[in-house]
């Protein structure tokens, strides 16, 4: 039966043996299905049935490994907040490959599997609300079309796992286009051989940019390929205001999927100082220098191609510097774009980089809640907007207005452009933690299986994502977010 479901390849352990451990899961108590992802179970193939009875829970849950698989926790280095740390799965285990019914090939995953080799005096495993808020969040983030690992399952292990207090235990099924990291390569770089790095490099060649692979210089086109699509990653974050927190190198792919949903939020009131990680404390990770990070992150992947992409040092430098520096362009040309359709427009002016920055300025300063206030501009409910009848605004909305007439498009098409770009609902904090805490202390999931049905299109704006759209004016302290290790 597992093999029916799980029809398991792992390509990977044909890389050399430094870039992975064999290693079974742990074995647990008492495994319960608690969520299965039934639509993304549909779009892979894999029969919905069949994965939850009793046989599929046990191979979730790392009790069961499937005939003729060899899973495998990966080593990986990283920047943890700027300083360099050897790391790796310290509670994950892949446990193999996934090839879809459109024949593309995805990992599979269980996050907080057990101990690996590279647990760092950890116990290698979850609890049950940080697996829940990965859940919520990936889901929303594929509803809101940005570029994500995506959660199959969640299982209750059985367990207790103590942490600050004891907490129920729990292991996540992660989907992904694979988990190689910027990290990856850094470990690469720093671990192995010129051999071993091009190596790796062919592999995720072969794996995301087959395209390239006839290339003169087919690493630099990878470089090349890569900055792109964080690019356009990090683009699609700051459009909906979604802020990481952990933008460690080990947490960028280079698939370009957002990865690691630990101390992650939406913002709320508009200010590009937002902070929710309790371990961000410099702001190092803040909303407004996430396209800065991704530079710097992307850096030090270009530092650890340097070997492979000329035999002159000096040259290949430059050829990295080059690639880098393309980021800023990449990102601007997606971000206005994007801001562009936000507010409707069709076409290009040379006024549109003030509109865009007025809006976000008059926003900053006044406290206005960031997907409201596009929401309210997409249904023409500006009376709801507490900034509506403040001069400054109103100047902004006429000098808008006169931008929206200077387009061949109408006004019924230029608000079903910015319905389809301006989400009328997002993960609400306060939404996601009266979820967590029904689920976690009474095992009542009926809360975030409404949340998350809601948050499945988030375009929509039909009546039942209204009260999802209220922002929580209750809580006078910050929110904060927890990595849930």
Not at 23 to 48: F, H, R, T, Y
Not at 229 to 245: D, M, P, R, T
Not at 248 to 266: K, L, V
Not at 442 to 463: C, F, G, I, Q
Request: aromatic share 10%.
């Amino acid at each position: 039966m597992s093999k029916k479901i799980f029809n398991l390849e792992n390509t990977y352990i044909n890389l050399p043996n430094i870039f992975y451990t064999k290693q079974n899961p742990s074995c647990v108590p008492k495994p319960e299905l608690v969520i299965l992802n039934d639509s993304l179970a549909d779009e892979l193939g894999m029969e919905v049935n069949l994965l939850k009875d009793g046989d599929a829970i046990e191979v979730l849950s790392g009790n069961k490994v499937i005939d003729g698989t060899t899973p495998i926790s990966q080593a990986y280095a990283g920047h943890q907040f700027g300083y360099f740390n050897m790391l790796g799965d310290g509670r994950a285990i892949l446990l193999g490959e996934y090839v879809t019914k459109n024949g593309e090939r995805i990992d599979i995953q269980l996050k907080g599997a057990g101990k690996t080799l590279y647990s760092r005096g950890g116990d290698g495993k979850a609890a049950l609300g940080p697996m829940l808020r990965e859940y919520i969040i990936s889901e929303a983030m594929h509803g809101l079309d940005i570029p994500t690992t995506r959660s199959l399952a969640v299982v209750t292990t059985g367990e207790k796992i103590i942490r600050e207090k004891i907490l129920e235990g729990a292991i996540l099924t992660r989907i992904a286009s694979s988990h190689i990291r910027v990290g990856t390569f850094q470990y690469a770089a720093r671990y192995g051989s010129i051999e071993e790095l091009k190596i790796l490099a062919d592999y995720t060649i072969k794996r995301h940019f087959k395209e390239v692979d006839d290339n003169e210089n087919k690493y630099l086109a990878l470089l090349k390929s890569v900055v792109e699509k964080q690019a356009n990653l990090i683009a699609k974050w700051q459009l909906v205001g979604f802020i990481h927190g952990v933008m460690n190198t080990d947490n960028m792919t280079i698939s370009g999927e957002t990865i690691d949903y630990g101390p992650c939020a939406f913002m709320d009131t508009y200010n590009p100082e937002t902070v929710f990680s309790s371990i961000d404390t410099n702001g190092r990770y803040a909303y407004g220098n996430q396209p800065n990070i991704a530079v710097w992150n992307l850096a030090r992947f270009a530092e650890s191609l340097i070997p492979i992409l000329s035999e002159d040092k000096d040259k290949a430098i430059m050829l990295a510097k080059n690639a880098i520096s393309d980021f800023s362009n990449i990102y601007m040309e997606k971000w206005m774009s994007g801001m562009r359709r936000k507010l409707g427009l069709f076409n290009e002016k040379p006024e549109d980089k003030y509109i865009i920055e007025g809006i976000l300025s008059i926003m900053n300063k006044y406290g206005a809640d960031y997907t409201n206030t596009f929401r309210a501009l997409t249904l023409d409910s500006i009376d709801e907007l507490e900034m509506s009848g403040i001069d400054e605004f109103d100047k902004w909305l006429n000098i808008w207005r006169e931008r929206l007439k200077k387009q061949e498009q109408s006004m019924k098409e230029a608000k079903e452009l910015m319905k389809k770009s301006n989400p009328a609902v997002i993960p609400r904090n306060h939404r996601v933690e009266e979820a967590l805490e029904k689920a976690v202390n009474n095992h009542d999931y009926s809360l975030m299986e409404r949340l998350l049905e809601v948050l499945k299109n988030p375009y929509e704006y039909s009546k039942s994502q209204e009260e999802y759209a209220i922002v929580n004016n209750k809580c006078k302290t910050p929110y904060r977010t927890f990595c849930g290790t």
